[in-house]
């Protein structure tokens, strides 16, 4: 049920590895904390991994789409890699998938980092 | 915090504290009786989200966590659909005043995505004002009828 997070650096770019569930309570703060130092800690460029991501819900839609313009509000930019299905048709049902840059493969992700 | 449970053959009535963790304990009890009803993994998981949501609009939005209001959770199996009605006590809402979640001014609002959800995932949904107070919504799920045959056209291709 709870969320894990764990993030690492290729590049320039902070690759945030998500495993569980990212919905109200306990798991959207965990969420919001990380992505909160994150910035603080000067990140610009952040990739969420969400390839073990079982289920969002509105509130952990809510984080995303708060963690998407708070990178944008400090020049920097947010994208997703690996949906899996259930995650991608609610992206689509909210029209979120109109917002957020979303990449099948890493190295094509990262690289679109560094190409405008 | 334990629901009461007053299970007849086909009906079953929770009664949640305006916690989060009803919220969890909600969802699980859905998507439990969705299974017993027959209802396959991809809608389960549906009606579990809707009432997942419909609970969180309930403690949040009506009952606003106060613990002297509780929420009641009806669900109800009946014959190829499963009917679950999620109760609050709180001062009621008009669907209809929510903003449009997809209207582009508000594709970046934070919240307001459930009743999206709700009615994306169920096959029926309703809301109505309880006297004297308080709001229920009525979420309906059927099972899923099995894949239509195939076209007369592919099976000339054989």
Known sequence: ?116 | MTPRDQTDAAESVFELESTLESVDLAEQIAVRAAAEAGLDDDQQYEIGMAVRESVINAVVHGNRYNRNKKVRLTVRMRPGELVVRVADEGEGFDPSQVPDPLASENLLSQSGRGLLLIRAFTDEFTVRRLVPQGTEVVLVKRVREPSPPRSEEAEREG
Do not use: P, W
Request: proline letters at 0%; one cysteine or more; aromatic letters at 6%.
């Open chain 1, 1 to 116: 049920m709870s969320l894990e997070l764990s993030c690492r650096k290729v590049g320039d770019v902070a690759v945030v590895d998500l495993t569980g569930r990212i919905t109200l309570g306990e798991e959207a703060s965990k969420f919001r904390e990380a992505i909160r130092v994150l910035v603080a800690q000067g990140e610009r460029k952040l990739l969420l991994n969400l390839a073990q991501v079982s289920y969002l819900d509105s509130s952990g839609l809510g984080e995303l789409v708060s963690a998407y313009t708070t990178l944008r509000s400090q020049g920097g930019e947010l994208k997703l890699l690996h949906l899996g299905r259930r995650i991608r048709d609610i992206l689509q049902i909210t029209k979120l998938c109109t917002v957020f840059e979303v990449y099948e493969d890493e190295a094509e992700a990262v690289r679109s980092f560094y190409t405008r």
